[in-house]
């Protein structure tokens, strides 16, 4: 006798997960880590494939790891050189977030910043801004405001953008429902739309935050100074790839350390919003 199923019970369609995304996160990224290494290692220390001056070997480059890592725990130039970058990039972060955050106000809640405004800040986001730094560096000079002027200046857009958009987040009924209950239009923004466009600034930060590194760390390479851009360029011109490569690494920790920052403050103030982060990053 054929059972006939039920037509009042609900169907659920369940996505079968292949086998590769039911390896643990920390599995994968140990694996994946030791195929890279060992490729790296084939091409260069055991099959010669690359020369060591475009692509030092593990082996080389862990004993500047080894090396840059002694000089920072001891406290010797390179420390001072980190501090330099590192204060640059919070300097940098921080002008960049308040510049930001007050034009994707201006823009999100006025026809004037979105007529106006909006099409020159993405006329200038469209220019290499790489190509400001001799500008920064002749208004500014040589010293650590020219570096903060040009991160700062590649930062921000993000999270103007960011910013709008998260203004426009809250839906149609919830500004209806505020403007029937006779609320100022600044009670709006405080309490409604900022609260909801929460998300979206977050997001523009976390790209900040990529961001300012690299405008640091160019604005080091092009206008001088004492930061670890500075040392990439002069290890760079003695072809001491292996100290590049271990001083790309230790910048990379600050980039990190910067970017997990906008993430922890991110779960702290936006704990409401449930929804899914990839990675458990984001």
Do not use: C
């Amino acid at each position: 006798m054929t059972t006939l199923p039920d037509p009042n019970a609900d169907t659920v369609w369940v996505e079968r997960e292949s086998f590769i995304d039911r390896i643990p996160r920390w599995v994968a990224m140990l694996a994946l880590a030791v195929v890279v290494i060992t490729i790296w290692d084939l091409a260069t220390a055991r099959m010669g494939w690359v020369s060591p001056i475009i692509l030092p070997s593990p082996a080389e480059t862990l004993s500047d790891l080894i090396f840059v890592g002694k000089n920072l725990l001891s406290g010797d130039y390179m420390l001072a050189a980190l501090w330099t970058t590192t204060r640059t990039v919070f300097w940098a972060f921080l002008i960049a977030g308040a510049i930001g955050f007050s034009l994707g106000v201006l823009v999100g809640e006025t026809k004037f910043g979105e007529r106006a405004v909006m099409p020159y800040l993405v006329a200038i986001d469209t220019m290499p801004k790489v190509a400001f730094a001799p500008l920064f560096i002749a208004w500014l000079g040589f010293d650590i405001s020219s570096k903060v002027a040009l991160a700062a200046f590649i930062a921000t857009f993000p999270i103007v953008v960011s910013t709008a958009a998260g203004l426009y987040a809250a839906s149609e009924n919830e500004r209806m429902l505020f403007k029937s209950m006779g609320a100022t239009r600044w009670q709006t923004l405080v309490r409604l739309k900022l609260p909801t466009g929460l998300p979206h600034i977050f997001t523009g930060l976390k790209i900040a935050a990529v961001g300012v590194m690299a405008g640091a760390i160019t604005g080091e390479f092009l206008g001088g100074g004492q930061g670890f851009g500075a040392l990439i360029r002069q290890s760079a011109s003695q072809m001491d790839t292996p100290r590049v490569f271990a001083l790309i690494l230790y910048l990379s920790l600050l980039g990190l350390a910067l970017y997990f920052t906008v993430v922890w403050l991110q779960k702290k103030l936006v704990f409401w919003n449930k929804a899914d982060r990839p990675g458990g990053v984001m």
